[in-house]
């Protein structure tokens, strides 16, 4: 027979055995599938290895989920695609670096088994070799490297505990990805400027520590209590210019100088979405290279490290090893105004118009004024000018008990005339100044704090060593965290809101009111200042030639 026919008959007659690939890994700090794309170049060298002249270990699919525990339990959604074509027979392998790969769970591993055993589907793996599921010693070898996986991987979260328990107790950064406002090693702020000699860094500058109690600077141990007056929780941490040795400041457009504005706008009313696309605009992006969103923003602002504070196991554990992006009275501050569950205002009008539910009905002198858009049923004029045509829609306001309707544009325009008008007045500054409100002594609430929490250390240290039972030590820390909890809603109050500072500040109002305010800004303004009660609108032409009734609109200066 000639050689090549004798080939084609070789080749035709090879069986192939049809193979599933399957890679993953946990976690992807290289951001480029690299690893899996690791897992399956040994993978396809297995399958090589694997064939014989009469047999073919074809790979015919690979199934990748990167970035994915399979011992979280969150769902593979690759994993879960490969089970639900091999209940269909599309293949009769597959093929893994290791068996803890394919699942770390033994449930998981039941249900790989009750699909693969009836259907005598092999598992070749490049580490721990074949496993054959159709026989009782194939499935008990299989449960036993199933249960040796999850015991390395519950010692290796005990030693990962452990470490950052221990990172915890030293006020050092635990890892993960970069933090917004600092550098990849989570301390040093993104960035740095010299204000004398404007040398940018991270490079050229020292790390400070200064003890907020008795201002000792580098007198600290590892655990962060002073050795000059044994306070702990009293770190302060700043950096100095190498070459000037005077103290770093942030960068102009820097994501460190970002921070602090972003919550004082908070404050003062601001929306998050506003700060979002105005760090957009700015070019921030986050650790994973996206512009932040909404909730990205509201996730960075809330972040106890921006005010120096280590937060360990859900919980603030006292001050952290690197400088504050901002101080704590108004991270607190916007804390308190972040988590108000008012502020959630999904599925209604509230930040959609500038008066809604803030001007009140002078009918029933009990309601507010909701706005909403209101179809436009005839041309309206403005002198002899149509404006709108039927069937389009206008911004109108109505009163809750259904008094009083309004046109939208109208009344604001005069709110916001009265607004700028009265803004311009000399005594302005005096009646828009911040109201009085309780002094709010932060250096001595953080001394409160500090005490607090040094107590629940002490306390906790006499029950570990047995000088207090269960019961003595649930009343004494329950009166510590009671202290805690009054100096931290005290802070909360360090920093008031003034929503028209920033006006009075301008030499164009108008300009920063059109420019930089946003819609939420505006309404904080207008209602920190203004008292608008509306009543009915008298129809027709008013004496001034305008349709608009503005007598029936009362504004009072709070």
Not at 109 to 130: F, M, N, Q
Not at 164 to 189: L, M
Not at 365 to 371: D, E, H, P, S
Not at 413 to 439: C, I, K, M, N
């Amino acid at each position: 027979m000639p050689r090549s026919l004798q080939t084609a008959t070789d080749t035709a007659a090879r069986r192939v055995i049809r193979c599933f690939a399957y890679a993953r890994i946990s976690e992807d700090r290289e951001g480029a599938h690299l690893a899996t794309e690791r897992q399956l170049d040994d993978i396809r060298q297995l399958a090589e290895q694997l064939s014989t002249p009469a047999v073919e270990y074809r790979i015919v699919k690979v199934f990748e989920d990167n970035d994915l525990s399979a011992y979280s339990g969150k769902p593979r959604p690759d994993y879960k695609d490969m089970l639900a074509r091999l209940r269909n027979g599309e293949a009769d392998c597959v093929l893994a670096w290791h068996t803890d790969r394919l699942h770390r769970s033994p449930v998981e591993l039941e249900e790989y088994i009750d699909v693969c055993s009836p259907r005598t589907i092999d598992t070749r793996t490049v580490k721990a070799g074949h496993l054959d599921l159709s026989t009782a010693t194939g499935r008990m070898i299989a449960r036993q490297l199933g249960v040796q996986a999850r015991y390395e991987v519950e010692r290796m979260i005990e030693r990962s505990k452990r470490a950052r328990d221990q990172k915890a107790s030293h006020g050092e950064y635990s890892g993960g990805p970069r933090p917004f406002g600092y550098e990849a090693d989570g301390v040093t702020p993104r960035t740095l400027e010299c204000p004398r000699c404007h040398r940018v860094g991270p490079d050229g500058f020292t790390m400070r520590r200064t003890c907020e109690e008795c201002e000792a600077v580098g007198r600290f141990t590892r655990d962060l209590v002073c050795q000059a007056c044994d306070a702990r929780d009293a770190l302060r941490v700043d950096f100095v210019c190498d070459e000037c040795r005077v103290p770093a400041e942030f960068a102009e457009g820097s994501e460190a100088s970002a921070v602090h504005p972003a919550l004082e706008a908070v404050v003062v009313g601001a929306s998050l979405s506003g700060t979002a696309r105005g760090w957009a605009g700015q070019g921030f992006v986050s650790s994973r290279g996206k512009a932040p969103d909404v909730n990205q923003v509201r996730t960075i602002l809330m972040r106890p490290r921006n005010a120096g504070l280590l937060q360990h196991r859900g919980q603030i554990a006292g001050r952290g090893g690197w400088m504050a992006l901002t101080d704590e009275g108004t991270w607190r501050s916007a804390m308190a105004v972040l988590e108000d569950p008012s502020r959630y205002t999904s599925g209604s009008n509230v930040r959609k118009y500038l008066g809604s539910n803030i001007y009140e009905c002078g009918e029933c002198g009990t309601a507010k004024l909701t706005g909403f858009p209101r179809p436009v049923s005839r041309k309206k004029k403005a002198g002899k000018q149509p404006v709108g045509r039927v069937g389009d829609k206008e911004p109108a306001y109505r009163c809750e008990n259904g008094c009083v309707v309004r046109d939208g544009q109208s009344l604001d325009d005069y709110v916001l005339l009265h607004f700028f008008r009265r803004l311009q007045e000399e005594d302005a500054a005096t009646l828009f100044a911040r109201r009085s409100e309780p002094v709010v002594d932060v250096a001595q609430v953080r001394k409160d704090m500090r005490r607090a929490r040094a107590d629940l250390d002490e306390l906790a240290a006499a029950l570990g060593r047995s000088e207090m039972d269960m019961q003595e030590w649930r009343i004494a820390s329950g009166e510590a965290r009671k202290r805690l909890h009054v100096a931290e809603d005290q802070m909360k109050d360090a920093v008031a809101a003034n929503p028209v500072a920033e006006l009075l500040a301008a030499d164009d109002p108008e300009q920063v009111w059109n420019d930089v305010f946003d819609l939420s800004r505006r309404r904080a303004a207008v209602d920190y200042v203004m008292r608008v009660r509306v009543g009915k609108a008298r129809p027709g032409r008013q004496p001034d030639g305008t349709y608009f009734d503005k007598s029936t609109i009362r504004i009072d200066w709070k």
